[in-house]
């Protein structure tokens, strides 16, 4: 404790003698600073002050033990009051100017812990909460954001995750004021082609866990750009739309009825009310393929400018609608936050994928001798193809796939579209249909939801764990020693867990015998956990004492437990098949609020959903209902209202 107490007056001094003792002082702390008693004694006698006071002072190896008990302290509430945003600053500086990976690290994992708090653990007075210190941090440290992706290709395992772990928690709490500046940066630099290398590079099921957690922040951030709506009034929305309009060279093109906007394919003048299905995520796919494909774009406008009227495919329409097709394919129009549970490398790639698949449209179109009319037929054989091609096995990059989007034959198109399955594939790509399987999908989801939590609460048995410890949530006051060396604990082999009536709290007890098949009463099972102090649920590797070696490697993948914010395990469940397994792992994952997690699961939910959708196209086609092919265009303004007259999706 005296170390701790002295560090002020230690790193006043300058001494080398004094410097060894503060250098083995710190070394000392990443230690002692794990226990929860030193830490409120070392807090208490303001230990944080003189640590951050070293953090701005020291090098080496004094600073990484120095960084390491800070990020120690971090896991204790009263040491974020003392937070500053110079320190914040001082960290990402520390975090740019060093090379040593002992230093790197724990920097990186402070800013992970200061990007993903809450703004009411820190001093409300001082923004050093959340993204918004990040933000700062990012201004006054311009080359912070290049050193995390030069990072990602560090061959220091630890750092290279840490690195990944920042970027992808800035995406997860980026707020909407800096949500285009952020994913402007990634698009600007190579963020997107080093996580592609990782992908391809055998990651571990760490790194791969934190890899889909970015491929799934990117989908999160990409459906609250298709939300967000065009304002003429928003000066980046604005400049985009003038960029597209500069590059397309159209100027000096006189198309009679088209002043402006109509030229480059709008169906009007007012431009920002098309954009309604794709928001400002289908603006900027627009934009980026105007930028990086000048010459094609400019020669495009000008080579349907100079068709006959009924005869142009219209570049923004077709554009807005291949940003809609591509959303739909990767989830992005639905807004779910699950996890995936697969690398989608093209999806890094979206613009690109945009790119090819526009110009696949533009040749389609002129292929088929398409009018303005067919354009939804045009739509659904791009649709067709861009299924087909995203679902083959030998497409792995996105050079194969530019080939085959672009290199196959129309004929060859036609006439696999021709032999799918005509109603059903009609329908299922239209608009209607993609709301009703929104719908259906959401109301497949709280039926097994129901399912699973009911399956909670009638309980079921599962193996003790190999030690055969109670665990109890301390939360709960019930305090139940350790019986590893109990002679009467060898014999109790099975546990059986039941979730009470209210769904707040797990009882559970250990038996020797499973027997009755069902505990119908809580009254019966002595220990519980408050299902409130959960924090997370994550698989384990564990073996149950009572099954034979030929069922212990399957039992150990079917493994979980729930952790709480300590990371201490509550419960420990040794699933006796994959089916049990994701019945009792999501339904604990849906009781909390956090989605699916199992395959088998996600596979039932889709399975459901896709039954529900055929049932009721069934209905439509004995009924002879007509769907509508695509979106429904909005009829011109009535002659006579002026101006300020429009539609509303309402």
């Given at each position: 404790?005296?170390?701790?107490?002295?560090l002020?007056?230690?790193?006043?001094?300058?001494?080398?003698?004094?410097?060894?003792?503060?250098?083995?002082?710190?070394?000392?702390?990443?230690?002692?600073?794990?226990?929860?008693?030193?830490?409120?004694e070392?807090?208490?006698?303001?230990?944080?002050?003189?640590?951050?006071?070293?953090?701005g002072?020291?090098?080496?190896?004094?600073?990484?033990?120095?960084?390491?008990?800070?990020?120690?302290?971090?896991?204790?509430?009263?040491?974020?009051?003392?937070?500053?945003?110079?320190?914040?600053?001082?960290?990402?500086?520390?975090?740019?100017?060093?090379?040593?990976v002992?230093?790197?690290?724990?920097?990186?994992?402070?800013?992970?812990?200061?990007?993903?708090?809450?703004r009411s653990?820190?001093?409300?007075?001082?923004?050093?909460?959340?993204?918004?210190?990040?933000?700062?941090v990012?201004?006054?440290?311009?080359?912070?954001?290049?050193?995390?992706?030069?990072?990602l290709?560090?061959?220091?395992?630890?750092?290279?995750?840490?690195?990944?772990?920042?970027?992808t928690?800035?995406?997860k709490?980026v707020?909407?004021?800096?949500?285009?500046?952020?994913?402007?940066?990634?698009?600007?630099?190579?963020?997107?082609?080093?996580?592609?290398?990782?992908?391809?590079?055998?990651?571990?099921?760490?790194?791969?866990?934190?890899?889909?957690?970015?491929?799934?922040?990117?989908?999160?951030?990409?459906?609250?750009?298709?939300?967000?709506?065009?304002?003429?009034?928003?000066?980046?929305?604005?400049?985009?739309?003038?960029?597209?309009w500069?590059?397309?060279?159209?100027?000096?093109?006189?198309?009679?009825?088209?002043?402006?906007?109509?030229?480059?394919?709008?169906?009007?003048?007012?431009?920002?009310?098309?954009?309604?299905?794709?928001?400002?995520?289908?603006?900027?796919?627009?934009?980026?393929?105007?930028?990086?494909?000048q010459d094609?774009?400019?020669?495009?406008?000008?080579?349907?400018?100079?068709?006959?009227?009924?005869?142009?495919?219209?570049?923004?329409?077709?554009?807005?609608?291949?940003?809609?097709?591509?959303?739909?394919?990767?989830?992005?129009?639905?807004?779910?936050?699950?996890?995936?549970?697969e690398?989608?490398?093209?999806?890094?790639?979206?613009?690109?994928?945009h790119?090819?698949?526009?110009?696949?449209?533009?040749?389609?179109?002129?292929?088929?001798e398409?009018?303005?009319?067919?354009f939804?037929?045009?739509?659904?054989?791009?649709r067709?193809?861009?299924?087909?091609?995203l679902?083959?096995?030998?497409?792995?990059?996105?050079?194969?796939?530019?080939?085959?989007?672009?290199?196959?034959?129309?004929?060859?198109?036609?006439?696999?579209?021709?032999?799918?399955?005509?109603?059903?594939?009609?329908?299922?790509?239209?608009?209607?249909?993609?709301?009703?399987?929104?719908?259906?999908?959401?109301?497949?989801?709280?039926?097994?939801?129901?399912?699973?939590?009911?399956c909670?609460?009638?309980?079921?048995?599962?193996?003790?764990?190999?030690?055969n410890?109670?665990?109890?949530?301390?939360?709960?006051?019930?305090?139940?020693?350790?019986?590893?060396?109990?002679p009467?604990?060898?014999?109790?082999?099975?546990?059986?867990?039941?979730?009470?009536?209210?769904?707040?709290?797990?009882?559970y007890?250990?038996?020797?015998?499973?027997?009755?098949?069902?505990?119908?009463?809580?009254d019966?099972?002595?220990n519980?956990?408050?299902?409130?102090?959960?924090?997370?649920i994550?698989?384990i590797?564990?073996?149950?004492?009572?099954?034979?070696?030929?069922?212990?490697?399957?039992?150990?993948?079917?493994?979980?437990?729930?952790?709480?914010?300590?990371?201490?395990?509550?419960?420990?469940?040794?699933?006796?098949?994959?089916?049990?397994?994701?019945?009792?792992?999501?339904?604990?994952?849906?009781?909390?609020?956090?989605?699916?997690?199992?395959?088998?699961?996600?596979e039932?939910?889709?399975?459901?959903?896709?039954?529900?959708?055929?049932?009721?196209?069934?209905?439509?086609?004995?009924?002879?209902?007509?769907?509508?092919?695509?979106?429904?265009?909005?009829?011109?303004?009535p002659?006579?209202?002026?101006?300020?007259?429009?539609?509303?999706?309402?």
């Open positions: 404790m005296s170390a701790g107490a002295n002020a007056d230690q790193s006043s001094t300058t001494t080398v003698k004094d410097d060894k003792v503060l250098k083995i002082a710190t070394f000392s702390l990443q230690k002692y600073l794990k226990e929860p008693e030193f830490a409120a070392f807090l208490e006698r303001g230990g944080l002050e003189s640590l951050c006071d070293i953090i002072k020291v090098g080496g190896n004094t600073l990484a033990y120095a960084l390491n008990s800070f990020t120690s302290l971090m896991n204790h509430e009263a040491s974020w009051h003392s937070l500053t945003e110079s320190f914040i600053a001082n960290i990402a500086h520390i975090l740019v100017t060093e090379t040593l002992t230093i790197c690290r724990p920097a990186t994992t402070i800013l992970i812990k200061v990007v993903c708090a809450e653990t820190f001093n409300q007075e001082e923004n050093i909460a959340g993204y918004v210190a990040l933000h700062k990012l201004q006054q440290e311009p080359d912070l954001f290049p050193t995390l992706i030069q990072r290709q560090s061959p220091d395992y630890a750092l290279c995750l840490n690195s990944l772990t920042l970027l928690s800035m995406l709490h707020t909407d004021d800096y949500r285009s500046e952020l994913l402007d940066n990634i698009d600007n630099s190579n963020t997107r082609k080093n996580v592609l290398r990782l992908m391809n590079n055998h990651p571990s099921e760490e790194l791969k866990e934190q890899l889909l957690e970015f491929q799934s922040a990117l989908i999160h951030n990409a459906d609250r750009r298709r939300k967000t709506q065009i304002s003429m009034y928003n000066p980046r929305h604005a400049k985009m739309l003038n960029t597209i500069e590059a397309a060279r159209a100027d000096n093109v006189n198309v009679p009825g088209a002043r402006k906007w109509r030229k480059l394919g709008f169906s009007s003048e007012v431009p920002h009310r098309e954009f309604g299905r794709a928001g400002v995520f289908g603006l900027e796919r627009m934009c980026a393929f105007a930028m990086q494909n094609l774009f400019a020669k495009m406008i000008l080579e349907q400018l100079h068709r006959m009227d009924g005869k142009r495919c219209p570049f923004a329409k077709a554009s807005i609608e291949v940003t809609e097709l591509l959303s739909s394919h990767w989830n992005i129009t639905t807004g779910a936050s699950d996890i995936a549970a690398f989608e490398p093209l999806l890094l790639n979206f613009d690109h994928v790119s090819t698949t526009l110009q696949c449209f533009y040749r389609l179109f002129q292929d088929m398409a009018t303005t009319s067919d939804s037929k045009v739509s659904a054989l791009v067709s193809q861009l299924r087909a091609t679902k083959s096995d030998g497409i792995k990059d996105i050079y194969e796939f530019d080939r085959v989007m672009l290199g196959t034959p129309y004929s060859v198109i036609r006439d696999r579209r021709l032999k799918e399955l005509e109603w059903a594939d009609d329908l299922l790509g239209r608009e209607a249909i993609r709301n009703l399987r929104n719908r259906l999908n959401k109301q497949s989801f709280d039926f097994i939801k129901r399912q699973r939590i009911n909670l609460l009638q309980g079921a048995w599962f193996p003790c764990p190999t030690s410890q109670r665990i109890v949530a301390m939360a709960t006051g019930n305090s139940t020693s350790t019986t590893t060396n109990a009467n604990a060898i014999s109790k082999r099975w546990r059986y867990y039941k979730l009470s009536p209210s769904k707040k709290t797990l009882f007890g250990d038996f020797t015998e499973k027997y009755p098949p069902v505990i119908k009463s809580c019966k099972l002595p519980k956990v408050d299902l409130a102090g959960v924090s997370e994550k698989s590797a564990r073996k149950a004492s009572n099954i034979n070696s030929l069922l212990a490697e399957t039992a150990s993948n079917l493994s979980f437990a729930l952790f709480s914010n300590d990371n201490l395990a509550l419960a420990e469940f040794i699933c006796s098949s994959s089916a049990q397994a994701s019945e009792w792992k999501d339904g604990f994952s849906m009781l909390l609020d956090k989605g699916i997690t199992s395959k088998d699961t996600a039932y939910l889709h399975s459901l959903t896709e039954i529900g959708v055929k049932v009721k196209l069934l209905q439509i086609a004995g009924d002879r209902i007509e769907v509508p092919h695509g979106h429904i265009d909005v009829p011109p303004v002659v006579g209202l002026g101006s300020g007259f429009y539609y509303t999706a309402d």
